[in-house]
Structures are given as C-alpha cells and as structure tokens.
C-alpha cells in the first residue's frame, strides 16, 4: 500500500506542471535547482492562474444570483399586478350583472302594475 501513497503526488504534480504522457516515462534529467526553481515558479503562475478563473467564477455565480433574484422580483411583481387586473375584472363583471339583475327587477315590476292598474280607455267602451 505504501506503493500507491507516493503515485498520487506525483500525480497530483504531473497535473500540475501539465506533464504528458504516462507517469511510467522517464524524465529527461536536468540539473535539481533548476528544474526545482522552475517547477516553484510554474506551481507558483498555475496557482494564480485557477485563484483568478475561482474569482471570475465566483464572480459569474454571484451575478447570475442577482439577476435571478431580480428576474423573480419582477415575476412576482407581475403575478401580483395580473391578479388585481383579474379582481377589477371581476368586480366590474359582477357590478354589471347586479345592474342588470336591478334593471330586470324593475322591468318586471312596471310590467306587473301594468297588468294591475285598468286602462282609461276600456272604460269608455
């Protein structure tokens, strides 16, 4: 199992410094503290470079919250005023049918004490 413990930084670092081809290659061999200094400085730029594309995303996210918050605001702003349109359109319906309800009343009441009241002219016969 020991075996295996070290694979993975070598991974991890093969990874990194964007090494190609299989772990089992040789490297080609250069002097230690060169190759040392100049892996330092690629991890260095690497570790940069994926803090500023974490800020840029990070950034992305928060934007995209905002606006979605915003878009939902909206919505709901537009639900809300859709159903008071709908309310006012039912209250006008409903007023109008009491209307109606009122003028066929009276209608029917004039008509009725029309039936009742005798006319003058068939008085005269």
């Known amino acids: 199992m020991k075996l295996f413990t070290n694979v993975v930084p070598v991974i991890v670092l093969a990874a990194v410094f964007g090494a190609t081809g299989t772990i089992a290659q040789t490297p080609k061999p250069a002097p230690a503290a ?3 200094a100049a892996g330092a400085k690629n991890m260095k730029s690497e570790m940069k470079r994926m803090r500023a594309q974490m800020a ?38 409903q007023a109008m049918l009491e209307q ?14 029309m039936a009742m009241t005798p006319n003058p002219a068939d008085a005269h016969h």
């Open 34 to 36: 060169q190759s040392s």
């Open 56 to 93: 840029k995303m990070q950034t992305m996210m928060k934007d995209n919250m905002s606006k979605m918050a915003a878009a939902d605001a909206a919505m709901k702003t537009h639900m809300e005023t859709e159903k008071a349109n709908m309310k006012s359109q039912m209250d006008l319906q």
């Open 100 to 113: 109606l309800q009122t003028m066929t009343d009276h209608m029917q009441s004039m008509t009725d004490h």
